[in-house]
């Protein structure tokens, strides 16, 4: 059973619009939380760090938490092509030992 | 700041061949360093971690071994190498296990 869990998509947007990207967790004890974006033949690089219940931004990329509801999301604003590429939340479990990834959304910005 | 480097970027082997990958941080003592594989097209999975010199986990059973001869090195390793050995090797660092991990541009490994 995967223990973070995210729509593989092909997730597309029109260039200039939002990106929406869900995440969602099965343990309830996890305090830390990050989104990698990761091109096509290319390693993860991570984005977004995030540790509290709220919002945090940086730059065009906001990254919410909702321990409560177990979910994690990532929004990108004024999409370009460039951020085309796999995104992939990850969580760091109650035993503070592991970090778990999710299988990756596809985003697609088009022209 | 810190940096990791992992060689060499492609490998192309036969079947049954030996394997030997290495990975070096730079700008950071005592990290916590990870071996993952990720296959074409799917996600990452963990493959060994360590938390100090000799200190070496497995989280699958396989063919591959992993090494961390000094603080910032970690080599991974085949004695001989499974069509299914192929695919993305990764090599990350961490702070510690509450912090991001950070990953070096890996090794795509064929295997003919």
């Known amino acids: 059973q995967k223990e973070v869990e995210q729509n593989s998509g092909p997730l597309s947007v029109p260039e200039g619009a939002i990106a929406s990207l869900n995440c969602t967790y099965s343990d309830r004890g996890s305090q830390s939380f990050f989104w990698y974006r990761q091109y096509s033949g290319k390693s993860p690089e991570l984005i977004m760090s995030i540790y509290s219940n709220g919002d945090k931004e940086d730059g065009r990329f906001t990254a919410q938490l909702n321990k409560a509801s177990q979910y994690v999301s990532l929004l990108i604003r004024d999409s370009q092509p460039s951020d085309s590429a796999t995104y992939l939340c990850?969580?760091?479990?109650?035993?503070?030992?592991?970090?778990?990834f999710g299988g990756g959304t596809r985003v697609l910005v088009k022209p | 700041s810190q940096t990791i480097h992992q060689w060499p970027a492609t490998l192309v082997q036969p079947v049954g061949s030996p394997l030997s990958l290495e990975c070096t941080v730079e700008g950071t003592s005592n990290p916590n360093l990870y071996w993952y594989r990720q296959a074409a097209g799917r996600g990452l999975q963990l493959l060994f971690y360590s938390v100090g010199i000799g200190q070496i986990s497995s989280e699958v059973p396989q063919n591959l071994s992993a090494s961390r001869p000094q603080d910032r090195q970690f080599i991974l390793s085949s004695k001989k190498l499974l069509l299914s050995d192929s695919g993305f090797y990764l090599c990350a660092w961490s702070g510690g296990w509450d912090q991001p991990q950070h990953f070096g541009d890996g090794t795509r490994l064929s295997i003919l």
């Open positions: 990850a969580a760091i479990g109650a035993a503070g030992n592991k970090l778990t």
